[in-house]
């Protein structure tokens, strides 16, 4: 029996402050395009338009800032930022090819409280002189990451067990290739290691052709593919680091007179509107996706620690799963509910433990959306 409906009535009535007395102010530096049609795919818009519905359901003033896949500017937009009269409560950050120390400082010179989402800090230098949230700084007091190295691994995993389905003949190794997004963000590198553990896990059906870096592009990732299957005929499985990339790849596989779903098999990540199409006609086994939620998901952890909710009582660098797996068995389901992602569907105040007090757990995920946070109106 699910009570989720009485935490959020009890949570309403017991919570120190209601919404409506409690609003705060969010700044995001999106690092990606706001241009959703950009070839890099639309995963940034995604982002913010997730955050976009979960700050209208909790009452939160948010303010989202692009700079445009120019990692230069990340910092230039945290110092303006700062340089305003009015400062927001928090600002949420994304270390983006190495800025993340950048535009930390930035934001510590100005005090205002700093979160990072997807990709924390990395870099030797930049961990010698913060070391973690709130271990030096403690306006830096969080970070939301989603398991990369999970996400890595299981689009591998799917890719390779539709591949050993195949008629490739007995005695020949399954041969794949990875296409990589870069080999500098923490999200591609740990992508990266858990697409490699998966390959060293079956290296005894498996042999790995070569990893080569797409740049997130579909266009590039198609370029890249063609040259790898002229050089490795007989290559049979692809994976991607999202799913633009995939899109190109197998994009260059049909050119090639290859048949996806049947003699080459691909995996990507992002969910992406194009990518769940191709699951359903057959030529991507899986998409690896939800982080994408990343952003929402913060916002609830800082609306409870504006509320006295501290998500960092015992560690504020937060790791979850996040990451889900669509393919063929459930593709139709998550279109059905949210193909035109209608975010407004999901209660993100049901995910808050300040509106709930008897949540022990946050429920950040496609699961946890369906059983716990669709709007009653909109239940299957």
């Not at 003949?169 to 923490?186: C, L, M, R, V, W």
Request: charged share 20%.
């Amino acid at each position: 029996m699910k009570i989720w409906p009485l935490i959020v009535f009890i949570g309403l009535i017991y919570s120190p402050l209601s919404i409506a007395d409690n609003r705060i102010s969010v700044v995001f530096i999106n690092p990606g395009q706001s241009d959703s049609n950009h070839a890099t795919g639309g995963f940034w818009s995604s982002v913010t338009r997730f955050m976009k519905a979960a700050s209208d359901d909790l009452n939160i003033d948010l303010e989202v800032l692009y700079a445009e896949r120019n990692h230069f500017r990340l910092s230039k937009l945290v110092r303006e930022i700062g340089e305003r009269e009015t400062k927001p409560d928090y600002i949420i950050l994304v270390n983006e090819k190495g800025q993340g120390g950048i535009q930390l400082e930035e934001a510590i010179s100005s005090n205002i409280k700093t979160m990072f989402i997807l990709n924390t800090l990395s870099s030797k230098h930049d961990i010698e002189r913060y070391g973690k949230p709130r271990a030096t700084e403690p306006n830096w007091i969080g970070s939301l990451i989603p398991d990369n190295y999970l996400a890595g691994y299981m689009g591998a995993l799917s890719m390779l067990n539709a591949a050993s389905k195949s008629e490739t003949p007995s005695n020949e190794k399954i041969q794949a290739i990875g296409i990589a997004g870069d080999h500098i963000t923490p999200a591609a590198v740990l992508r990266n290691d858990g697409f490699k553990k998966a390959i060293s896990e079956k290296s005894t059906a498996v042999t790995l052709r070569q990893v080569v870096v797409g740049d997130w592009s579909e266009e590039i990732a198609m370029e890249k593919t063609m040259g790898l299957l002229s050089r490795y005929p007989k290559i049979s499985a692809v994976w991607s680091a999202n799913d633009p990339m995939a899109l190109g790849a197998i994009s260059a596989a049909k050119s090639m007179g290859r048949k996806p779903g049947q003699d080459i098999f691909f995996s990507g990540l992002n969910w992406g509107p194009k990518a769940l199409k191709a699951i359903q006609n057959g030529e991507l086994v899986s998409s690896i996706g939800g982080h994408f939620m990343t952003g929402g998901w913060a916002l609830v952890l800082l609306y409870d620690y504006h509320n006295g909710i501290d998500f960092g009582d015992k560690d504020a660098s937060v790791t979850m799963q996040i990451f889900d797996k669509i393919d063929i068995c459930n593709v139709d389901t998550y279109l059905s509910a949210f193909g035109a992602q209608n975010w407004d569907k999901i209660d993100f105040t049901r995910f808050s433990k300040s509106l709930n007090p008897e949540l022990k757990e946050y429920p950040f995920s496609l699961q946890g959306i369906f059983d716990y946070g669709l709007r009653t109106a909109t239940k299957p």
